[in-house]
Every structure is written in structure tokens, then in C-alpha cells.
């Protein structure tokens, strides 16, 4: 047998998926097909669809280097707003049906979406209970939520131990998902909220979270990362000060923690840059390499790419965007194929306002008032390839029309 004793005779006895072939040699057929047909060969029948939405193809896939990736992006609650998934090779797009809905909550958002295999997961986040008080102050979750790519649907899981959200999230060896830092703030508040040091650790096949040492200092907002068998927790904002002693403001880490997973202790990371040369950690991707090399730490800033030196610990800059907008916060940042894609979203004007994306106008009704049109913007990608030096553009049409703002939005990469 070409796959032995895994093979798809065990999986689909029932079904000749190609006649006159194999069912294993004819899964392998079908491995090799890209993911966006497989919604339209689902239909040619019953053996092609069951194999379709079988695990068994997508590890086929896995272990004959047939993934491929794609973006997943929610940019809102995902009880409310459906997410999306984006294949940057053809350009299409693919809803994700909302979440389950909790009736008393509402306005998720700081929430972190990743992806462990066919799975994507939503956990925590910050939002609004009604059967709080009061209403308008935010607390953190602790719910978490799995989507299956390959079925279709969702399912709650083992909440964590302590509710957070804005916090810094890795994937370890591909059966355990780390956690630290957090609390209660929701984005539409510049400050207040709590911070702490927790740390946990989910495995994924039992379902379970684990305490882990807590981190030596309390911080939200931080970016997380797994390197080889560290855990890096960077940037971030601890307690909170005021000015005058009226006006809160956020107190910005310029170093961070590294957690060794098999020896459970945090270490510390100096100061990436010396006091006066950056204000905040930007937005951070993790390029992932081949041959055993590192993985390439990227971090978008103004206009700016700068890479991650950890032998100096360092940000260098690499590039400049081409096209000018306000990156920091407005923009997304990921690795998708060995190249960094910079999404816009909704930037905030210096008069406090939002800054939206032209839409055009319909022609007056009988009352003069002219309306916005209720048409899908074009949204430009500027892609940036490390290898090369070299920009290009990529111009697409999302299924959604509700704002991009990535102080709501979370998005993830996804190999399947």
C-alpha cells in the first residue's frame, strides 16, 4: 500500500472515490488539488465530498508539502461580524459563519485568533456583560472558541484559567498553546482597565490549561511569539500614569520576558532601543524559515519595516513603504509565503476623528441628501519581499463592508 496502515481504504471503505485507482492513491490525487476547488469538486459526488471534508486529506497535505497558506481576518466580535479568509494566491475570499453568541455580552474586541493545524481559535478578549455594573466598564473573558476548517463549524473549549484579553499568545510544538499577560481593557478606552502576570498553558488534545510561572512584571498589550523552545512576550504597557494627576496614559515596556518551555522560567529581555528612540512596540510578524534557520522577526513602525537583530537586540530598518499611510495603529502586519503584507485599516486624525476610506456617493433623492453607496471598497495590500528588497501592490475587493480597525480586528495566518 502506497500510505500504509493509515490509508483511505480504513477511512472511506465505503466509497471508489476515482475509478479504476486506489482510494489511497486517489486521496493523493486529490491532496494535490488547491484548496479553493475544493468547494466546487465537493459536488461531483458523494466519495469526493466525504473525502473533501476528511482530516485524513488535510494531513495528507501536511505530509507531502501540499499546504498552503492563507489569511484569516475578523474585524469585529465574531458572535456579530463573520471572518474572512483571504488566499493570497488567486485573490478570493471565504466567509467564516459567526461564532456562538452569548446574549448578554457584546463588543468583543483585544480578543487573539490562532491557528494549530486545521483549527482556528479565539480566545479571550475584552467586551461588555449586562449583567454587570456598571454597564460601560469592560472585563476580560476567559472563553474559548474552536473553528474547524475542514468541518465547518464551531465549538466552545476548556475556558482558561484566568480571564484576559490584549495579551501575547504562542503556538508550541503544535500541541500547546501559551498564554501571558492581559486584562481588562477594552479598545475604545486610551487607558485604565487591569494588568497582570499570569501565565498559562493550553494542550490542545486534552483540553486542558495549566498555571505556568508568572511573568516578573504585569503587562498588557504585548506581543507574543514562540522561538524554537522560548516564548517571547515583547513590548507591552504596565500601570498606568496620569498627567497632572487627571489624564491616564499608558507607560510603554521597552523590553520583555522569555519563557523556556521545557524548564518553565521566565527570563528577562533587556531594552530593545534606548529611551527617546521609539515610543511602543509596532506591530510585530514572525516570517518563519526554512533549513533550520531562526525565524525572521519583523516589526512595522511609521512608515518603516525594521527587523529584529537578537544577537544585538536590535531593530534595524530593512524598508520604507512605498505607499504612505499612518501604519502605526491603523495598519496590519503578517507573513504570508515568505513575504510581509501591510493591511490598511481605519486610522485615527489628529483631531480625534475616525479617517475613512472614500466610498463614492449615489445620486441625490428627492430631498437633496446624497447617500454613501453600499458598495465592497477596494482594498490595497503592499507586500514586501525580504529576500528580494522589492515591493508590489496587491489590489482586492473583501466580501464585508464593515470598517477595518485593527484596534478591533485580529487576524492570524493559516496552513492547510
Known amino acids: 500500500?502506497?500510505?500504509?496502515?493509515?490509508?483511505?481504504?480504513?477511512i472511506l471503505a465505503e466509497y471508489t472515490i476515482i475509478p479504476?485507482?486506489?482510494n489511497d492513491l486517489a486521496c493523493l490525487c486529490l491532496a494535490c488539488v488547491p484548496l479553493p476547488l475544493h468547494g466546487l469538486l465537493k459536488?461531483?459526488?458523494?466519495?469526493?465530498r466525504a473525502t473533501f471534508y476528511s482530516q485524513f486529506l488535510f494531513d495528507l497535505r501536511q505530509k507531502w508539502g501540499k499546504l498552503e497558506e492563507f489569511l484569516c481576518l475578523f474585524r469585529d466580535d465574531p458572535s456579530l461580524t463573520p471572518g474572512e479568509i483571504f488566499d493570497p494566491q488567486t485573490g478570493a475570499w471565504r466567509l467564516i459563519p459567526p461564532m456562538p453568541c452569548d446574549p448578554y455580552r457584546y463588543g468583543l474586541t483585544n480578543f487573539v485568533s490562532v491557528a494549530v493545524g486545521s483549527y482556528l481559535y479565539i480566545i479571550g478578549g475584552s467586551l461588555f456583560d449586562a449583567r454587570s455594573f456598571p454597564m460601560d466598564r469592560p472585563v476580560a473573558s476567559q472563553a474559548v472558541y474552536r473553528y474547524?476548517?475542514?468541518?465547518?463549524h464551531w465549538e466552545r473549549r476548556s475556558s482558561m484559567i484566568n480571564a484576559r484579553g490584549s495579551f501575547a499568545c504562542g503556538v508550541y510544538n503544535k500541541n500547546t498553546i501559551l498564554v501571558a499577560g492581559g486584562g481588562s481593557r477594552h479598545a475604545q478606552f486610551s487607558a485604565g482597565g487591569s494588568r497582570i502576570s499570569s501565565a498559562e498553558r493550553y494542550d490542545i488534545e486534552k483540553d486542558r490549561w495549566i498555571f505556568e510561572e508568572e511573568m516578573p512584571s504585569a503587562r498588557s498589550g504585548c506581543v507574543g511569539f514562540v522561538v524554537d523552545d522560548d516564548f517571547w512576550v515583547m513590548g507591552g504597557y504596565g500601570i498606568s500614569k496620569t498627567v497632572s494627576g487627571v489624564l491616564p496614559v499608558d507607560e510603554y515596556y521597552r523590553g520583555g520576558e522569555i519563557f523556556g518551555a521545557s524548564?518553565?522560567?521566565?527570563?528577562?529581555l533587556r531594552p530593545m532601543w534606548e529611551e527617546g528612540e521609539r515610543w511602543r512596540l509596532g506591530r510585530v510578524a514572525v516570517m518563519e524559515s526554512k533549513n533550520g534557520e531562526p525565524p525572521s522577526i519583523f516589526m512595522l513602525e511609521s512608515f518603516q519595516i525594521c527587523r529584529y537583530d537578537i544577537a544585538s537586540n536590535r531593530w534595524k530598518k530593512e524598508s520604507c513603504l512605498p505607499r504612505k499611510v499612518i501604519a502605526e495603529p491603523a495598519c496590519g502586519l503578517i507573513a504570508l509565503y515568505g513575504e510581509l503584507y501591510v493591511i490598511p485599516g481605519f486610522s485615527l486624525s489628529e483631531s480625534g476623528g475616525v479617517r475613512i476610506p472614500r466610498w463614492g456617493f449615489s445620486p441625490s433623492?428627492?430631498?437633496g441628501v446624497r447617500k454613501p453607496r453600499r458598495t465592497r471598497t477596494s482594498l490595497i495590500i503592499q507586500v514586501y519581499n525580504p529576500k528580494k528588497h522589492k515591493w508590489r501592490h496587491v489590489l482586492t475587493k473583501p466580501p464585508l463592508i464593515n470598517p477595518l480597525s485593527f484596534p478591533f480586528a485580529a487576524m492570524c495566518s493559516i496552513r492547510l
Request: proline share 3%; with cysteine.
Open 148 to 152: 474547524d476548517l475542514v468541518r465547518c
Open 1 to 10: 500500500m502506497l500510505l500504509g496502515a493509515g490509508s483511505c481504504e480504513k
Open 20 to 22: 479504476g485507482l486506489p
Open 43 to 48: 459536488s461531483v459526488s458523494k466519495a469526493w
Open 365 to 367: 433623492d428627492s430631498r
Open 263 to 268: 524548564s518553565g522560567k521566565w527570563r528577562e
